[in-house]
């Protein structure tokens, strides 16, 4: 079983974020692994595992040149990775993404193709669902559990109530919740691998996906950015043994009690 | 250019309309808009609500066979694009559904869509308000092609209003062969049992996060939950860990609530969790880091322990009732 994995390296969460001049978002310092793509990656390599065969290629785009983030998916175990990465591709939107990966996927022709529901960074979040209408695949997103059996695929897919339990053929597109699996942690072994595992780099000039990516290519703009609304920090007190009592009194105050 | 006519996608939930439909009804309507709706399954028989709301016909595209939404919803709104011309833009509610229906007629159409909207305007045009950075910025975004532009609105973002319309007048609306991409089918729905007003609905919300240190001890927000007569929310970094179901989270990837009171309890207050719980009409937090980023935006926040605070908390509150 072949499983493409798509994953995105992303400015760190935990640091500071901010809007370069063309309100694109900074990405100009250490790129990782974005955290919601390991449950992918982990998800991949225990299905190719329990098939037996097959391997999993991380497939990614970005405009930097930093590879930390997807030699860390090489070092949990995925066989090679095709990476898209020009200064072209940036400002591309959820559409160009798409168009960009399933150029990609297009010559890979996997069994099943895994993301996750969003990236950590522009959570835009449609992407998974774009890239299946333009392989002509059924999609599942929202996943919280995965089994493949034979040529079927069984989800267990997230529902406001509860959860369904959808079947579909395979070849298929499956976006992953956090939780699904509990991603490994690559192991020496492993990031020693990672170092001479194939990592394939194309641009959009390659692909001949110039025009629709870009900013050029996004057919939406930014027009201004301000300040939301702010909410102002109110009284704060250290507890003394009376911190339940100063919430009740202020739950009182506004006729919560 | 002004908007003349928008489509909303409305979602069927059991009896009724789902609130965020009727949000995108109530406010495409006060945009000046001609509204048509566009539903599935049973959505239909609730016509006399979409009229209600400001829809003036309600496409039907009619019973899945199991098939999941996204593919032959979107389908049909391409095939009603083909036939009708584009309207000024189509919105759809952020749901697991909405979103799937966006993306698959995004790509189909070959036109973009913009996500997590929170503001709608029109300045002689369509502009879309964003919430970034844990809501601290909102960016303003347009379409620059042609149309119709595709936008995935949060919930809440909207009041419910309602414009004593007569019955939408229900249409058909076929998606035609979805093929190897509508092979996805439903073969059963658990329901999971819920006890309690729903997260989204409750005028309280009690959540809990990392700082209550093992999973057992989110029994203690549940038991606060319920002596409020509030709902049980939780962080995302609860959720990922398998504490509580994905249905508890409340943030960017969770569920929007505006509660007339939320109490963090040992939430440290990560952008991706505020986005979600900012527009509470009061903010209680307790965190025994007091440079906490939660206190920030809290009206009331207690630095100490929530494993002495909570249980407190629950004893005053089981000493009134």
Redesign the interface.
């Known amino acids: 079983m072949n499983i493409v994995v798509c994953v995105k390296q992303i400015p760190d969460?935990a640091a500071p974020?901010s809007?370069d001049a063309s309100?694109n978002l900074d990405r100009s310092g250490k790129l990782i692994l974005d955290e919601a793509d390991t449950y992918g990656v982990e998800m991949a390599l225990q299905l190719v595992d329990k098939a037996g065969s097959g391997e999993v290629t991380v497939v990614s785009m970005g405009s930097g040149t930093d590879l930390a983030g997807v030699r860390n998916a090489l070092a949990m175990g995925a066989a090679k990775a095709v990476i898209v990465s020009d200064e072209s591709l940036r400002g591309t939107?959820?559409?160009g993404t798409?168009k960009v990966l399933a150029k990609v996927i297009e010559g890979i022709n996997p069994d099943l193709v895994l993301c996750a529901?969003?990236s950590?960074d522009g959570?835009?979040?449609?992407?998974?669902?774009?890239?299946?209408?333009?392989l002509?695949?059924?999609?599942?997103?929202?996943a919280?559990a995965i089994t493949v059996d034979g040529e079927t695929l069984k989800v267990e897919?997230?529902?406001?109530?509860?959860?369904?339990?959808?079947?579909?053929?395979l070849p298929?597109l499956v976006s992953v919740?956090?939780?699904v699996v509990e991603p490994r942690y690559a192991s020496f072994k492993g990031i020693m691998a990672a170092k001479s595992k194939p990592v394939e780099t194309l641009s959009a000039a390659e692909l001949g996906l110039e025009g629709v990516t870009g900013r050029a290519g996004?057919?939406?703009?930014?027009?201004?950015?301000?300040?939301?609304e702010?909410?102002e920090?109110?009284?704060?007190?250290?507890?003394e043994?009376d911190?339940?009592?100063?919430?009740?009194a202020?739950?009182e105050s506004?006729k919560?009690? | 250019m002004t908007i003349s006519n928008i489509w909303v996608v409305v979602e069927p939930s059991s009896a009724s309309l789902t609130t965020t439909s009727l949000e995108l009804l109530s406010h495409a309507r006060s945009l000046g808009a001609s509204v048509s709706a566009i539903t599935w399954g049973d959505g239909a028989s609730n016509a006399a609500q979409a009229g209600e709301y400001g829809a003036s016909t309600l496409y039907d595209v009619g019973d899945l066979a199991g098939a999941l939404p996204g593919v032959p919803v979107a389908y049909a709104i391409a095939a009603l694009v083909d036939s009708l011309g584009a309207p000024d833009a189509i919105l759809l509610p952020t749901s697991y559904d909405g979103r799937d229906i966006a993306g698959r007629l995004s790509a189909k159409l070959d036109r973009p869509v913009l996500t997590n909207v929170t503001g709608l305007l029109d300045e002689g045009g369509l502009v879309t308000e964003h919430p970034i950075f844990g809501g601290s910025q909102t960016v303003r975004a347009r379409f620059t092609g042609e149309g119709p532009g595709i936008v995935v609105v949060r919930a809440k973002s909207f009041a419910v209003e309602s414009a004593n319309g007569a019955p939408a007048t229900i249409v058909s609306a076929s998606s035609g062969d979805t093929g190897a991409a509508g092979a996805a089918k439903i073969l059963t729905s658990h329901v999971e049992e819920r006890t309690g007003p729903k997260l989204e609905e409750a005028s309280v919300v009690v959540s809990g996060g990392r700082g209550l240190g093992e999973a057992d001890k989110y029994a203690l927000i549940e038991e606060a939950a319920k002596l409020l007569n509030g709902a049980p929310g939780a962080s995302r970094a609860i959720v990922d860990a398998g504490w509580v179901p994905y249905s508890h989270q409340v943030g960017q990837t969770g569920k929007t609530v505006k509660p007339t009171v939320y109490i963090a309890c040992g939430i440290s207050g990560a952008t991706q969790h505020m986005v979600g719980m900012k527009g509470s009409k009061n903010i209680v937090a307790i965190n025994k880091d007091p440079d906490a980023p939660i206190f920030q935006i809290a009206d009331f926040g207690i630095v100490g322990d929530v494993h002495k605070v909570l249980p407190a908390l629950i004893e005053a509150l089981k000493a009134r009732s």
């Not at chain 1, 002509?136 to 997103?141: A, D, G, Q, V």
């Not at chain 1, 897919?157 to 053929?169: A, I, K, M, N």
């Not at chain 1, 996004?218 to 939301?228: F, K, L, M, S």
């Not at chain 1, 920090?233 to 507890?239: L, P, R």
């Open positions: 969460p974020q809007l309100f939107d959820a559409l798409a529901t969003e950590s959570y835009t979040g449609t992407t998974p669902v774009q890239l299946a209408e333009l002509s695949l059924p999609s599942i997103t929202f919280k897919r997230q529902t406001e109530s509860g959860y369904d339990e959808v079947v579909s053929p298929a919740t956090a939780g996004a057919r939406q703009e930014i027009t201004a950015v301000v300040a939301a702010s909410r920090a109110g009284e704060k007190y250290v507890d043994g911190g339940a009592q100063k919430i009740v202020f739950l506004i919560v009690l």
